[in-house]
């Protein structure tokens, strides 16, 4: 088992150009052992994809808010399998359907293939709207944090996962679950994600900043610094920026760096391109495959704890 656990995490440091080795300590938060996330038959990964918009009344924000979900292609086929849950976030002037739609995101055909060639175990796809009370605007960015215009980190982060658990079958367990976006949405979800961790544990961000004008409670450079040392053993994160991007390449930098001395496993990619749907899309394919190898890791894990406490028992 730890030499497989090895090899697998030895696969996934070679893929990065800063990395800090050592995979985090999983740690099994249930009783009862987490259903796999492997891959679905192959006739299953011949359905095509889709997702829908769904509503809920958000109590935190006093209001009904939005969010697309894609399910997994053999959802319906499995009523007893319980799954993973990615959230990904939009960024400045964007609505829930951006990762989605064909000028935009087009993730869809990025999942597909993943779950195709095995790089990603069939998941929950969450794209939330991430906008304050104030809506979209193309001359602001989304505020992820809790501040005067809404709390939307706790209505993302806490409420909207509840709502979540309580309409399909995920495994409950943070080390299931990853949140992630583009832009101030890749900003968003490490702050998020962070001010959240009983939910979250893998953490990524495509083009993303790392210091708010809002304050170091939501400047993830900072905030992460007060995190107890036992919960930043927990998390995975990855982080991509194109060499066009100056200001987020040079951000991205100093947060790798600071995660490298605080030696919290991650990867920092640097690839050509700039601040744009083109390279959002094509790395899009970066971070999911990060997210597939952590949850394959969490299951080896899981399982090898579970069937220790059976010999224990």
């Not at 769904?54 to 209001?63: N, P």
């Not at 009904?64 to 799954?83: C, M």
């Not at 779950?115 to 939330?128: A, D, F, R």
Request: aromatic residues 10%; charged residues 20%.
């Amino acid at each position: 088992m730890f030499l497989l656990l090895s090899v697998l995490t030895l696969v996934s440091c070679n893929l990065s150009q800063s990395v800090v080795a050592k995979p985090p300590q999983q740690q099994n938060l249930q009783t009862t052992p987490s259903p796999s996330p492997s891959q679905p038959n192959p006739s299953n990964l011949a359905t095509p994809l889709s997702y829908k918009i769904e509503t809920y009344d958000s109590q935190v924000m006093g209001t009904s808010r939005t969010y697309a979900v894609s399910l997994p292609p053999d959802y319906e086929q499995n009523p007893k399998r319980n799954y993973p849950v990615i959230f990904l976030l939009h960024g400045g002037h964007g609505n829930a359907t951006d990762w989605f739609v064909e000028n935009k995101g087009q993730a869809l055909k990025t999942i597909k293939q993943l779950y195709t060639t095995g790089k990603l175990p069939p998941s929950i796809i969450i794209t939330p709207d991430g906008n304050d009370k104030r809506g979209s605007s193309p001359y602001r960015d989304p505020e992820y944090i809790d501040g005067p215009n809404g709390k939307v980190s706790t209505a993302l982060g806490d409420e909207l996962v509840k709502v979540v658990q309580s309409r399909y079958r995920t495994i409950k367990n943070p080390d299931f679950w990853a949140i992630g976006g583009l832009s101030s949405g890749g900003w968003g979800a490490v702050n998020v994600g962070l001010h959240n961790l009983n939910h979250f544990s893998i953490l990524f961000s495509h083009s993303g900043y790392f210091q708010d004008k809002s304050g170091p409670n939501n400047s993830p450079i900072i905030f992460i610094k007060t995190i107890p040392l036992q919960a930043q053993k927990r998390l995975r994160i990855y982080l991509d920026t194109g060499k066009s991007d100056i200001e987020e390449i040079e951000e991205g930098q100093k947060f790798s760096k600071l995660l490298a001395q605080l030696k919290i496993y991650h990867l920092f990619r640097e690839f050509p391109g700039g601040h744009t749907w083109q390279y959002w899309r094509e790395h899009l394919a970066d971070s999911l495959t990060f997210v597939g190898e952590q949850f394959k890791l969490s299951e080896i894990a899981h399982q090898a704890d579970n069937q220790s406490f059976k010999f224990e028992k």
